[in-house]
């Protein structure tokens, strides 16, 4: 495909991140703004971008909002919140592998799904739409529903990262219920094995892979942490030969390989290309520190 419009819907954050030094630099990242800034970079210019999420009127969330224009990233359907701002969460990192604190209780994006017709009209005319876990987890169930009903109304394919967070849930069941209603929708499904394992219980990819395509799901890719990449779909395979890179930060690892994925996948490839590309870019972005990191130097 040539030409087209991705709409990435979620949260948009505000990063703090650990420098090399003892300093903290405050960022802008999220887990579906992260897969639609590295899929921005990885698609031509003949492609939309689009981010969908709710943010404050407060000097915070108009940077966000500034950071989306300033990426290449449509704006046109951020939603605005008087009485709520964004998200906020801080890295840590031992030897390369991030543990998160969040402040997110109050966050607009919480009410991001609030308004149907606005959810239409940013659907309206897409190639794609990306959601994840993350995304559903924040919004009350009612508005879980919407989200997912005004998708399917859509006709776009969906794709979905099942980024299991278990603290943003009110319970396991929601979790796996919740996930499991947005995979038998989508078209692609792009879990990672440790996230199943926890939430599902899953004893190993091929049990995930199993799970989904049961569902209906028709293109499942099980990444395994930098490891071999299980793919079932239009080709069944296990890619082995991936090269391994030493980490500096894992932040946006699952993201960043989802937006080589899928850009590969929209441009044409076939899904084993499609792996390689996208582990192409997260190995690149684990040498860096944050969610977003320049692609332009090799791993």
């Given amino acids: 495909m040539t030409s ?75 939603a605005r919140d008087p009485d709520r701002g964004p998200g906020l969460y801080a890295i840590s990192l031992t030897e390369g592998e991030r543990s998160f604190t969040y402040w997110r209780s109050q966050s607009a994006a919480r009410h991001l799904a609030d308004d149907e017709e606005a959810l239409d009209a940013a659907m309206s005319g897409a190639t794609m739409l990306y959601l994840s876990a993350i995304t559903l987890a924040i919004l009350a169930p009612e508005r879980r529903e919407a989200l997912l009903d005004r998708a399917a109304a859509s006709g776009v394919p969906l794709a979905y990262d099942p980024n299991f967070r278990p603290r943003l849930w009110e319970s396991p069941d929601a ?37 989904y395509e049961a569902l209906g799901t028709a293109e499942v890719v099980v990444k395994t942490g930098g490891g071999p990449v299980l793919v079932r779909g239009t080709e069944r395979a296990e890619v082995t030969d991936l090269p391994r890179v030493t980490p500096v930060d894992t932040t946006g690892a699952g993201d960043s390989f989802n937006a080589g994925y899928l850009a590969a996948r929209l441009m044409g490839q ?23 990191v320049p692609l332009d130097s090799p791993p």
């Fill in 175 to 211: 979790a796996r219920d919740w996930t499991t209603l947005a995979a038998r929708q989508s078209q692609i499904v792009l879990p990672s094995a440790d996230d199943e394992a926890a939430c599902f219980g899953d004893a190993s990819p091929e049990a995930t892979a199993d799970r």
């Fill in 270 to 292: 076939s899904p084993i290309e499609a792996v390689r590309a996208g582990h192409d870019v997260a190995s690149r972005v684990v040498q860096g520190r944050g969610a977003l």
């Fill in 4 to 78: 087209g419009r991705f709409v990435s819907i979620g949260e948009a954050m505000l990063e703090l991140s650990e420098g090399a030094s003892d300093g903290w630099a405050l960022n802008v990242a999220g887990d579906t703004l992260n897969t639609a800034w590295y899929l921005r970079k990885r698609l031509g210019p003949e492609w939309e971008v689009d981010y969908v999420t709710r943010v404050g009127t407060d000097a915070f969330s108009d940077r966000i909002v500034s950071f989306l224009g300033q990426s290449g990233l449509g704006a046109g359907h951020v």
